[in-house]
């Protein structure tokens, strides 16, 4: 859940010394943040869809996956609009925990026991933007703005170890079974909803 926090106020004591060292100005360093968001909001169009028809364990360690190279990617970069592109593979990665966390708690449990886990995850969405400029800052004065990266890296890595230890929460009976293209379609068929488009145009500002 904290995976979209980290990725974006981790980094941004730092964005003075990356245009710096990239020697890039300040908007083109800010489009780094502008392609994280839009690889977020693609990827929320995704992993939803998969995990309802193959598990969620096996999205959020593809999405792991990703959110690792997009680092590597990141932390190996010379050049400000690569760095772009691999923060838009980072975030395609990253989103599929944020989404599915939310998901693997409905699975498993209902009524007070859902609200109590389902508050222990936006405890941890409260948290991360606080800690995150904080902690960034101090491991960019020990090693460098590359070092925040790379830090991503490890931590991606670690998370993606403990998948192994998660139970899938989706069993097999529950899972739908009508090709992914169906899915995509009824999303077409959303934007005909005034309703919809008035409540996502309205959180759009937030």
């Known amino acids: 859940m904290g995976f979209a926090s980290i990725s974006t106020d981790f980094y941004l004591p730092v964005m003075p010394d990356m245009a710096a060292q990239l020697g890039a100005d300040a908007g083109s360093i800010e489009y780094t943040i502008s392609g994280f968001l839009i690889g977020f909001s693609l ?8 995990s309802d028809k193959y598990g969620r364990r096996i999205p959020v360690a593809i999405g792991l996956v990703l959110f690792i190279i997009g680092s590597i990617g990141c932390a190996t970069s010379g050049f400000v609009q690569t760095i772009i592109f691999w923060r838009i ?3 395609l990665g990253a989103c599929a925990g944020v989404v599915l966390a939310r998901a693997m708690v409905r699975d498993p449990y209902q009524g007070p026991r859902a609200a109590q886990m389902l508050s ?5 969405m409260a948290i991360a933007p606080l800690l995150a400029p904080i902690l960034g800052g101090q491991i960019a004065a020990i ?3 590359r070092s925040i990266f790379w830090t991503l890296v490890a931590l991606g890595s670690l998370l993606l170890a403990g998948m192994f230890t998660l139970p ?7 899972r739908r079974t009508d090709p992914l293209s169906s899915a995509f379609k009824r999303y077409a068929q959303l934007l ?3 309703k919809i488009l008035g409540y996502a145009g309205t ?4």
């Not at 990827?43 to 998969?50: D, F, I, N, S």
């Not at 222990?120 to 941890?124: E, M, N």
């Open 120 to 124: 222990t995850l936006i405890a941890v």
């Open 143 to 145: 090693g460098g703005w």
């Open 168 to 174: 899938e929460t989706l069993p097999v009976e529950r």
């Open 89 to 91: 593979l980072q975030a």
């Open 203 to 206: 959180g759009a500002f937030f």
């Open 43 to 50: 990827g929320q169009l995704l992993w939803g869809t998969v």
């Open 192 to 194: 005909s909803h005034r």
